[in-house]
């Protein structure tokens, strides 16, 4: 008899340990599902801060705020003075580059640059992927136009990148 209350204890003891864990289990079930549900899972919304240069430039440190002035520090590995920049949304050339003061780049230097970007919103978090593009006179030639990096970023401030 002393065995079966023994028994009747455990089981008793166990369906509890089983039924409050079960019960939080349940719990993180349902705020999981919810905060799925939210999007907050969702990888669209989430971009990575990238610069991607082509061979002879480096981009790096992009940082975008909610009107599209997105700074970069660009390198060059050439001797070049940088007239005009540009950001497109797409491969395209930009109609027009924007004039800047003339930014003269050495072998290994690199300076903060701020270009314009398209953006649909003002809003912090908002994706932007795009190609930089700039105007630059070299030794030999001038007027030289170029999609120098690819860029994805979101706009990480809302107040004024300088």
Known sequence: MKTEKG?????QSAMEYLLTYGWALVVIAVVLS??????????????????????????????????????????????????????????AAPPALTEIAPVEFYPGSA?????????????????????LWIGYNTITASGQEEAVAQVSASVATLEKVT
Do not use: H
């Not at 028994?7 to 089981?11: C, D, E, G, N």
């Open 7 to 11: 028994i009747a204890y455990k089981l």
């Open 34 to 91: 919810v905060l799925y549900s939210m999007g907050l899972f969702s990888t669209k919304s989430i971009v990575r801060q990238s610069c991607t240069a082509i061979p002879g430039f480096e981009c790096n440190y992009p940082i975008l705020n909610g009107t599209g002035s997105l700074k970069v520090l660009l390198g060059s590995t050439d001797e070049l003075t940088l007239t005009g920049v540009g950001c497109t949304g797409d491969s």
């Open 111 to 131: 300076a903060s640059i701020l270009f314009t970007c398209p953006l649909p919103a003002n809003v912090l978090g908002t994706p932007f992927s795009g190609y």
